[in-house]
């Protein structure tokens, strides 16, 4: 279950069980705008929450295969393999809640998904595997990302490595 909490009302409200997703969720992150809710579960599946609705927006499913079709409540997304990782997914938005970017721990790549269109935009695959941080920039011409190791490296939208890379000094 998700709860949230509304000040204002002084309640909290009980979301409906997620369908497709098992176990307690590992990661939360609201859009910026407030009106999609992301949460990473137990099972590497992620939800996409409706927040004004309170309804399931979008399953992201992690099972073997690649990106297979549109987001929305009647299709499922197949985004890299079925290997379960403990850290869990990275997930962020764009400032203007238009895109979402998700990483999977131990593949390469990162994938970014249209929230109004509901469709998978770009496949950034120079995105090393071994990310462990990604956030975008506010003015949504790039994001960066971490990596073990303490390396971090700043992208370009369109996914090419090379603004700068850094690494921690030793």
């Known amino acids: 279950?998700?709860?949230?909490?509304?000040?204002?009302?002084?309640?909290?409200?009980?979301?409906p069980p997620p369908k497709g997703a098992e176990g307690p969720a590992k990661h939360l992150v609201f859009s910026p705008d407030g009106g999609t809710l992301a949460a990473?579960?137990?099972?590497?599946?992620?939800?996409?929450?409706?927040?004004?609705?309170?309804?399931?927006?979008?399953?992201l499913k992690?099972?073997?295969?690649?990106?297979?079709?549109?987001?929305?409540?009647?299709?499922?997304?197949?985004?890299?393999?079925?290997d379960s990782f403990q850290s869990?997914?990275?997930?962020?938005?764009t400032a203007?809640?238009?895109m979402i970017a998700i990483a999977w721990p131990g593949h390469p790549g990162l994938r970014l998904w249209d929230m109004k269109s509901e469709f998978p935009t770009q496949v950034l695959s120079a995105v090393p595997p071994d990310v462990t941080a990604l956030a975008f920039r506010p003015d949504g011409?790039?994001?960066?990302?971490?990596?073990?190791?303490?390396?971090?490296?700043?992208?370009?939208?369109?996914?090419?490595?090379?603004?700068?890379?850094?690494?921690?000094?030793?």
């Open 1 to 15: 279950h998700v709860y949230l909490l509304d000040p204002q009302a002084r309640k909290i409200a009980d979301w």
């Open 62 to 82: 992690s099972a073997v295969g690649m990106l297979d079709g549109q987001i929305g409540a009647s299709r499922t997304l197949t985004p890299y393999g079925s």
């Open 96 to 98: 203007d809640s238009r």
């Open 141 to 170: 011409t790039g994001f960066v990302t971490g990596h073990t190791g303490g390396r971090v490296i700043l992208w370009s939208m369109g996914g090419k490595k090379g603004e700068q890379e850094m690494h921690p000094s030793k």
């Open 88 to 93: 869990g997914y990275h997930m962020a938005f």
């Open 40 to 59: 990473d579960y137990s099972n590497d599946n992620i939800v996409l929450w409706d927040t004004q609705a309170r309804r399931q927006r979008a399953l």
